[in-house]
């Protein structure tokens, strides 16, 4: 149980983020180089450790700040891309006019077959016409150059700093280990200059995404609003610190939900872990904002890798089909008769990394 829970602690980890994106994007870079400075300068291990521990903690904010800015840019991508499809035939009709004056000479433009009159008219007409095409065609282009951008933005800013932070993290359980079992030390981090170099080409990568970030002028995205619908259907079979059958509480809640249902996206979000977790079977932790997480527990299958931006009703999963989820949690309403018996999904909040009631977020009645 110890250990059980020591593991969801740390899939829910995650540092406390106040500022905007590209704040925390120059502050963690900030912090990252000084961090790896007192790295290169440590002698003991004691001291390694702990400019070891200071990289972590900059890559964690850095990565957060990654996180909360591809979900602003996901949202303005999103916003752009539905704008161009409901303008489609619009576009399609400014082109062709576009495409239609560019093939057409100019003097037979101003010619109009009911004489100098019309000619004159069809010339006022041409000077109305032309500069609002014009204007139509370069908010277009720059729909078109943000969207490119993004997708730019996107592809680059999400893998920018994870092999850096597996790197530090190995070297730090590397010397806690040696230290607690008083074993020779691994060779320091500090010694190989690669490495140092390549936590300043973080940095790097980081204050880059932060001036990209800055150079789109997004919106600060909005909270999600209250309340979240459920993410499947079902009975609520026990809330926030209810004790089961076995005298154990938990901060979250229990839904009875139908065998085989499926499981949706409550808010768009940063899908922050997907798979298996003990006996919790399938877990899906999702943040829709920098210091929110909801945790969804007991489903028997994902359709979501970690790292995924998901919107509103994106399908994450289904539920079993009839067989026990949640080992530890009591499955009180098998049917007779050989039929399929309730699924339960188990549904936690953690805003700013501690657990509160999920029926202040979630519709629940």
Do not use: C, K
């Not at 020591?6 to 995650?14: D, E, I, K, M, Y």
């Not at 100098?116 to 032309?130: I, K």
Request: hydrophobic content about 45%; cysteine-free; glycine content about 8%.
């Amino acid at each position: 149980m110890i250990w059980r829970a020591t593991l969801l602690l740390a899939v829910l980890a995650f540092p406390a983020l106040a500022q905007t994106p590209v704040a925390s994007a120059r502050s963690a870079a900030v912090d990252l180089a000084r961090a790896a400075q007192t790295l290169q300068q440590a002698q003991d291990p004691a001291a390694r450790v702990r400019a070891l521990t200071g990289v972590v903690e900059a890559y964690e904010a850095g990565q957060s700040a990654l996180r909360a800015g591809l979900r602003q840019a996901a949202v303005r991508q999103a916003t752009l891309t539905e704008d161009l499809a409901a303008r489609e035939a619009q576009i399609a009709q400014l082109l062709g006019a576009l495409q239609a004056m560019d093939r057409m000479p100019a003097p037979l433009m101003l010619i109009h077959p009911t004489g100098p009159r019309g000619t004159a008219q069809a010339a006022m007409m041409l000077q109305d016409v032309a500069p609002a095409l014009s204007a139509q065609a370069d908010d277009l282009r720059r729909d078109l150059a943000e969207i490119e951008a993004l997708e730019t933005l996107e592809q680059t800013a999400a893998t920018s700093i994870d092999g850096g932070l597996s790197l530090v993290q190995d070297a730090r359980v590397a010397l806690s280990e040696a230290m607690a079992e008083r074993t020779d030390l691994p060779v320091p981090v500090a010694a190989d200059m690669s490495r140092i170099a390549d936590l300043l080409a973080r940095v790097d990568d980081l204050t880059a995404f932060a001036d990209q970030l800055e150079a789109l002028r997004l919106d600060q995205a909005a909270d999600p609003q209250r309340p979240l619908p459920l993410p499947v259907p079902g009975t609520l079979l026990r809330g926030f610190g209810d004790r089961d059958a076995a005298g154990i509480t938990r901060p979250g809640l229990i839904l009875e939900t139908p065998p085989g249902a499926l499981v949706s996206a409550p808010a768009q979000g940063t899908v922050r872990y997907a798979g298996p977790l003990l006996d919790y079977e399938n877990v899906i932790v999702l943040e829709p904002r920098a210091d929110l997480l909801l945790v969804f527990a007991g489903l028997s299958t994902v359709y979501l890798e970690a790292g995924q931006i998901v919107d509103r009703g994106a399908e994450m999963g289904l539920m079993g089909d009839g067989s026990p989820v949640l080992a530890d949690l009591p499955q009180d309403n098998e049917t007779d008769g050989g039929a399929s018996r309730a699924e339960t999904l188990y549904i936690e909040v953690r805003q700013g990394g501690t657990p509160i009631d999920p029926a202040t977020w979630f519709a629940t009645e």
